[in-house]
């Protein structure tokens, strides 16, 4: 709930309130920033009505929040959160491309990978040291190996990066060399790992699990905040529905909607939404025009050789193309282009 204290209650309200809170085994929060002193109470909803807060002589006004989420919810936190990757500001005036290849495959295919998505105005690269793969017999990634040649290739191109994290060993490993924690469409529902990630540090980008509805989607990013990460951004990356033509249906409808819902930043990925590289600059555009925050794009400096998703990835002129085709529909839409 929300708790708004009367203009002239005592000075020691907010922190009587808040110790009531704790006390009773709720978690208690402090938002500060609005004209109000504003008070919030998170937990068990019949311990919530047991406090019968709204009778303290402080309080002005309390409000039930009605989403399942509360932390996450815009009627909890009304103003846009702008997530700071390594620098560059996600959900903030501009729009942010992340791109890079799928997997770190070695230093050259990474740098030049790397390079080719900057130079075409790619603001923070992409590329997963642990790959979660289907079959067992997939290429995993290089683990340790590979984000070392990841913040190397990071540093020399002056990008931020951000890369995948499948398991709860890996986290201060991972954290320790990326800018921002990726968590994967098929452990968004991890909640161990959501738990710990959460209070990994680091700034985290949290896909949408490919059968996953928004309102699971949403409660996987409160598992985040709820540890202590107030710093996330959401990635819609396409749900399976009964259409085969493509790898995933991806869900625009989701970016509107969670525009809606929710305070975070929201991502498209057109490579894993279709699974198709021809298909990926079109919906790219799409997804800006939806309105979200920025994209997720797979570049690959040779697609025909990558080790994953080679199918969907975008070639250095592939991308470039697309960059130019994106900047006058992010113009349009308000959101341009650094
Ligand atoms: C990826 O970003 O390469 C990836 C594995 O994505 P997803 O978890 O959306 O399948
Ligand atoms: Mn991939």
């Known amino acids: 709930m929300i708790i708004v204290l009367k203009p002239d209650a005592p000075a020691d309200s907010a922190d009587r309130l808040l110790a009531r809170i704790a006390d009773a085994g709720l978690q208690p929060l402090h938002m500060p920033g609005s004209e109000r002193v504003v008070l919030g109470a998170l937990g068990d909803e019949r311990i919530l009505s047991e406090l019968a807060i709204d009778g303290d002589p402080a309080v002005e006004s309390v409000k039930p929040i009605l989403a399942p989420y509360k932390l996450v919810s815009r009627e909890m936190h009304p103003h846009d959160t702008v997530v700071n990757v390594g620098g560059v500001a996600v959900g903030g005036a501009k729009l942010v491309v992340i791109a890079g290849p799928c997997a770190v495959e070695s230093q050259e295919q990474l740098y030049d990978s790397a390079k080719a998505a900057r130079d075409a105005g790619a603001q923070i690269l992409r590329a997963g040291a642990y790959k979660p793969r289907t079959s067992p017999y997939g290429f995993s990634g290089h683990g340790p190996a590979g984000l070392t040649i990841l913040r190397e290739v990071a540093d020399e191109l002056g990008m931020p990066v951000v890369t995948e994290v499948m398991d709860t060993a890996d986290i201060e490993a991972v954290a320790a060399q990326a800018d921002a924690l990726q968590i994967g469409a098929r452990n968004m529902q991890n909640f ?34 709820s540890a202590g990460q107030a710093e996330v951004i959401l990635c819609e990356r396409g749900i399976r529905t009964f259409e085969t033509a493509t790898r995933n249906t991806l869900d625009l409808n989701a970016v509107p909607y969670v525009k809606g819902k929710t305070h975070l ?74």
């Open 265 to 338: 930043p929201i991502v498209v990925d057109p490579s894993h939404g279709t699974g198709i590289r021809a298909l990926v600059p079109a919906m790219a555009l799409a997804g800006v025009a939806a309105g979200a925050d920025g994209l997720m794009v797979e570049v690959h400096r040779d697609p025909a050789r990558a080790l994953s998703d080679g199918a969907q990835s975008l070639d250095p002129a592939g991308f470039s193309a697309m960059m130019g085709a994106l900047r006058p529909v992010a113009s349009a839409v308000g959101r341009p282009l650094p």
């Open 192 to 225: 161990a790992l959501l738990r710990a990630v959460g209070k990994a540090g680091r700034p985290v980008l949290l896909k949408r699990g490919p059968a996953a509805t928004i309102q699971e989607w949403l409660l996987a990013a409160e598992y985040l905040l």
